[in-house]
């Protein structure tokens, strides 16, 4: 049997610091270690308790999380998962803490909440057993995508899924499609109030227009959809005028969006006219269904354990025979124009 998962808790509330204990104390492959109340109480706890993760506050005294995370990650890299209120200004920081190198990030819970932290256990122990090497990454130079003369787009959709480090994967594979991209929806695991910021996020870094999926919005040339976090899940419906459809149902597989939604959708709807794409994350969900869009004629990438944060998702799909292609992230995007470029003597 391995051993608990040590924490430190780093947060300025002895509330928030308290609870976050209690929910972790519950569960018996985790260990809490010790407490601090801000950077400086944090940065000695580190040296003396050598954590294997810390949950860390964004908003804190003396120095916020984000700039002691820049100091971790370059000094003493380790796995930082990020404790966030559910705000506007705190999904941003949140998605600024995840491109830094933050394992994850989770929301704090509202009033009433009947699951405080919901799988924050989950999240430690996969932090703890990831083989991820924590050093700091040189800022890549951005590539620029190609140029729309260069890539004609055929009658693909593009459907990708991914959960536990998905905010760097989608970045690094969304950077590579041009301006005129096929129409491409991506289901995230993420908190609700985050799937707004992060489409914003990725539209001023990417080329092609990326938005939050509305109900009924139309699937177009040079349009990325990233299904809203929460109450709905995202499909794809209406093979003559294809679109965003978003559905009220229970979760699958613990999420709500479910990958597995998706990709069984667009299984049905488009078959060989689509290409799955299954990267980063905790847990099984999108697997089946990549599997289904695998057996209904489409192509499917799987990303490899290498460049995983975490090789849950992309494993159980790899072993169900449901990727055609594995390979590296930096490669995932070029392979994704391959596969629905038009081809020359007319479009696919």
Same mark, same amino acid.
């Given at each position: 049997?391995?051993?608990?998962?040590?924490?430190?808790?780093?947060? #300025?509330?002895?509330?928030?610091?308290?609870?976050?204990?209690?929910?972790?104390?519950?569960?018996?492959?985790?260990?809490?270690?010790?407490?601090?109340? #801000?950077?400086?109480?944090?940065?000695?706890?580190?040296?003396?308790?050598?954590? %294997?993760?810390?949950?860390?506050?964004?908003?804190?005294?003396?120095?916020?999380?984000?700039?002691?995370?820049?100091?971790?990650?370059?000094?003493?890299?380790?796995?930082?998962?990020?404790?966030?209120?559910?705000?506007?200004?705190?999904?941003? /920081?949140?998605? /600024?803490?995840?491109?830094?190198?933050?394992?994850?990030?989770?929301?704090?819970?509202?009033?009433? %909440?009947?699951?405080?932290?919901?799988?924050?256990?989950?999240?430690?122990?996969?932090?703890?057993?990831?083989?991820?090497?924590?050093?700091?990454?040189?800022?890549?130079?951005?590539?620029?995508?190609?140029?729309?003369? %260069?890539?004609?787009?055929?009658?693909?959709?593009?459907?990708?899924?991914?959960?536990?480090?998905?905010?760097?994967?989608?970045?690094?594979?969304?950077?590579?499609?041009?301006?005129?991209?096929?129409?491409?929806?991506?289901?995230?695991?993420?908190?609700?109030?985050?799937?707004?910021?992060?489409?914003?996020?990725?539209?001023?870094?990417?080329?092609?227009?990326?938005?939050?999926?509305?109900?009924?919005?139309?699937?177009?040339?040079?349009?990325?959809?990233?299904?809203?976090?929460?109450?709905?899940?995202?499909?794809?419906?209406?093979?003559?005028?294809?679109?965003?459809?978003?559905?009220?149902?229970?979760?699958?597989?613990?999420?709500?969006?479910?990958? %597995?939604?998706?990709?069984?959708?667009?299984?049905?709807?488009?078959?060989?006219?689509?290409?799955?794409?299954?990267?980063?994350?905790?847990?099984?969900?999108?697997?089946?269904?990549?599997?289904?869009?695998?057996?209904?004629?489409?192509?499917?990438?799987?990303?490899?354990?290498?460049?995983?944060?975490?090789?849950?998702?992309?494993?159980?799909?790899?072993?169900?025979?449901?990727?055609?292609?594995?390979?590296?992230?930096?490669?995932?995007?070029?392979?994704?124009?391959?596969?629905?470029?038009?081809?020359?003597?007319?479009?696919?």
């Amino acid at each position: 049997m391995s051993a608990p998962a040590r924490v430190l808790v780093v947060d #300025d509330s002895p509330t928030m610091r308290g609870l976050i204990t209690a929910v972790l104390s519950a569960d018996p492959d985790v260990s809490v270690i010790g407490q601090a109340g #801000d950077a400086l109480e944090a940065r000695e706890a580190i040296k003396k308790l050598n954590p %294997d993760v810390v949950t860390l506050d964004i908003e804190m005294p003396n120095m916020n999380g984000l700039d002691f995370l820049e100091k971790i990650m370059r000094l003493r890299p380790m796995p930082v998962i990020m404790v966030s209120t559910l705000t506007h200004r705190g999904a941003e /920081a949140s998605l /600024a803490a995840l491109e830094i190198g933050a394992f994850d990030c989770i929301g704090k819970p509202a009033p009433g %909440d009947l699951r405080p932290f919901g799988d924050l256990a989950e999240k430690v122990k996969a932090a703890a057993r990831t083989q991820r090497q924590f050093t700091q990454r040189p800022a890549a130079a951005p590539v620029a995508p190609p140029a729309v003369a %260069d890539f004609r787009v055929g009658r693909k959709i593009v459907a990708i899924g991914s959960s536990t480090g998905g905010v760097e994967a989608l970045i690094a594979v969304l950077q590579k499609f041009p301006a005129n991209c096929p129409p491409t929806v991506i289901t995230q695991h993420m908190p609700p109030t985050f799937t707004k910021s992060f489409a914003e996020r990725l539209n001023r870094l990417c080329a092609p227009v990326v938005e939050e999926a509305t109900d009924g919005a139309r699937l177009e040339i040079g349009k990325i959809y990233l299904a809203p976090g929460g109450e709905r899940h995202l499909q794809v419906a209406n093979v003559s005028a294809p679109h965003c459809r978003l559905v009220e149902r229970d979760p699958v597989n613990g999420h709500r969006p479910s990958v %597995d939604v998706l990709f069984d959708s667009v299984a049905e709807l488009a078959g060989r006219n689509s290409v799955g794409v299954i990267l980063t994350g905790m847990g099984r969900d999108g697997a089946a269904g990549l599997l289904k869009m695998r057996h209904a004629g489409a192509r499917t990438i799987g990303q490899n354990e290498k460049t995983c944060v975490v090789y849950g998702m992309p494993r159980v799909a790899y072993e169900l025979g449901a990727v055609e292609h594995q390979l590296p992230l930096n490669a995932i995007g070029e392979e994704i124009l391959k596969m629905t470029a038009a081809r020359k003597e007319g479009t696919e």
